[in-house]
């Protein structure tokens, strides 16, 4: 019943941008997190950004000052704002919505929080 949909994923050239969405359906929200996670071939799964119900949000370092998360709470829908894209950021990424232990600083980006995840979009930076 539960349904996470990412998109607004593409293929662009280094320093573009483009703006990433979910909308997540099916469950009754609570005062947990969503966030963005992405996994590159050969790599381990990282978190990129998380966002709490109070607006507080986390990211990982590589990220900060380029990338912005954020959610419109009258569409139920999580964006991710990338810009100044670079090479390595590309990657299939994924939302995860209703994460356990988003007030914890050192436990936002643990994966298994997240109980619920999209497919995933592509997002692939050329140089």
């Known amino acids: 019943q539960v349904q996470v949909v990412e998109s607004g994923g593409g293929s662009v050239q280094a320093g573009g941008s483009l703006r990433l969405s979910c909308a997540a359906s099916?469950?009754?929200?609570?005062?947990?997190?969503m966030g963005w996670f992405r996994q590159a071939p050969g790599k381990e799964r990282e978190g990129v950004a998380v966002i709490a119900i109070d607006g507080r949000t986390t990211y990982v370092d590589s990220v900060k000052g380029r990338f912005t998360i954020s959610k419109d709470n009258a569409k139920n829908t999580l964006y991710l704002q990338m810009n100044g894209l670079k090479p390595e950021d590309t990657a299939m990424y994924y939302c995860a919505a209703e994460g356990r232990l988003c007030y914890y600083r050192q436990y936002a980006f643990l994966a298994s929080a997240f109980p619920y995840w999209g497919q995933g979009t592509q997002v692939t930076v050329s140089s």
């Open positions: 099916g469950y009754t929200p609570s005062s947990n997190c």
